[in-house]
């Protein structure tokens, strides 16, 4: 039988996960300011918060992925998301003002194209593109690493 953990008890876990690898880390929630692209968002502070950051945050989106996992949960608005000084968040908001450039430059010749996204990432701007009714969105290629089109409906 899977055990799921409640959203209210991760940050205790995510101080557990990071203290076994040495790491001497806080977390709280934090609101990100916009709920549907980035909710639950779960801040992690301290002296050791910035070594999750390597290498593009490969150990933020690892124990994210622990955490995905611990509470069993599969709809996106209910599981936890993690950042660390902001780096998610800055992110976010280039990639909601990368989303409108592609939104605009797509009426004027069709289509504009954004690669090497995650799916965090494409996620943040098919929900931006979904505010603009005269544009769809796509995903294109294969693996995690994908790229996203914008075109004309």
């Known amino acids: 039988m899977r055990t799921t953990t409640p959203l209210e008890a991760l940050p205790e876990l995510a101080v ?10 806080k977390a ?14 779960l801040l992690l502070e301290g002296p050791d918060a910035s ?4 290498q593009r945050g ?4 690892a124990l994210q992925f622990l955490l995905h996992e611990a509470q069993g949960e599969r709809d996106e608005s209910k599981l936890v998301y993690l950042d660390v000084q902001g780096y998610r968040l800055f992110r976010m908001k280039e990639l909601q003002a990368m989303a409108n ?16 996204l995650n799916p965090r990432e494409r996620r943040w701007v098919h929900l931006t593109i979904a505010h603009h009714p005269d544009l769809t969105t ?3 290629g294969t693996g995690a690493i994908k790229t996203l089109v914008v075109k004309r409906a």
Not at 28 to 41: A, K, M, Q, V
Not at 58 to 61: F, I, K, R
Not at 101 to 110: H, M, N, P, V
């Open 16 to 25: 557990r996960y990071c203290a076994h690898l040495g790491l001497n880390v």
């Open 28 to 41: 709280r929630f934090e609101p990100s300011g916009d709920e549907t692209l980035f909710p639950n968002r």
């Open 51 to 54: 070594m999750l950051l390597a």
């Open 58 to 61: 490969q150990a933020l989106d």
């Open 101 to 116: 450039l592609a939104a605009d430059k797509a009426r004027s010749i069709g289509r504009f194209a954004l690669g090497g």
């Open 138 to 140: 796509e995903s294109e």
